[in-house]
């Protein structure tokens, strides 16, 4: 809520069912009004229903996923952010994660993959507004990027610019 003090409607939604559950109990504690809902994002439409929402986030989880399964869960993710889609995931460390022509296998990280988070928005017909590679510094032994994006609307033009 100090975040996003306006919001009527704050959802987090995670596959760790015992990470949901504790945070359950801390943001009861709080009187916080976010709700968070244990599933995989796979299983969006049955999260979520037919919710939209301003902000979007995800933060690491596309990791998980190959290039081909990335691409549609930003495409459903998009089709559901009205203002921003904020994606954080694995950086390249030899190069901008944006240059990359296609998703790479993590050495570091095993069963994860490094994308190229503005090709796919792209591909998926959203607008990259910014991103960050962080492929030189490290937090907690993983390297970041972020990529900030809107949707098009049906005309073609973004709904919002930033």
């Given at each position: 809520t100090a975040v996003f003090p306006g919001a009527r409607d704050l959802?987090?939604?995670?596959?760790?069912?015992?990470?949901?559950?504790?945070?359950?109990?801390?943001?009861?504690?709080?009187?916080?009004?976010?709700?968070?809902?244990?599933?995989?994002?796979?299983?969006?439409?049955?999260?979520?229903?037919?919710?939209?929402?301003?902000?979007?986030?995800?933060?690491?989880?596309?990791?998980?996923?190959?290039?081909?399964?990335?691409?549609?869960?930003?495409?459903?993710?998009?089709?559901?952010?009205?203002?921003?889609?904020?994606?954080?995931?694995?950086?390249?460390?030899?190069?901008?994660?944006?240059?990359?022509?296609?998703?790479?296998?993590?050495?570091?990280?095993?069963?994860?993959?490094?994308?190229?988070?503005?090709?796919?928005?792209?591909?998926?017909?959203?607008?990259?507004?910014?991103?960050?590679?962080?492929?030189?510094?490290?937090?907690?032994?993983?390297?970041?990027?972020?990529?900030?994006?809107?949707?098009?609307?049906?005309?073609?033009?973004?709904?919002v610019s930033m």
């Amino acid at each position: 809520t100090a975040v996003f003090p306006g919001a009527r409607d704050l959802m987090g939604i995670d596959i760790d069912a015992p990470a949901i559950e504790k945070g359950r109990r801390y943001l009861a504690g709080e009187r916080s009004s976010v709700r968070l809902v244990a599933g995989d994002m796979e299983d969006l439409d049955a999260l979520v229903g037919p919710r939209r929402f301003d902000v979007s986030l995800a933060a690491g989880v596309l990791s998980y996923l190959n290039q081909a399964d990335a691409t549609q869960m930003i495409a459903r993710m998009l089709e559901r952010t009205d203002t921003v889609l904020a994606l954080a995931g694995l950086a390249c460390v030899d190069q901008d994660n944006a240059s990359l022509p296609r998703s790479l296998a993590s050495m570091t990280h095993p069963g994860q993959w490094i994308h190229n988070f503005d090709a796919i928005v792209k591909t998926c017909g959203g607008r990259v507004v910014r991103n960050r590679w962080e492929g030189a510094r490290q937090y907690n032994y993983q390297t970041i990027f972020f990529t900030f994006a809107t949707p098009l609307s049906a005309g073609g033009r973004t709904r919002v610019s930033m």
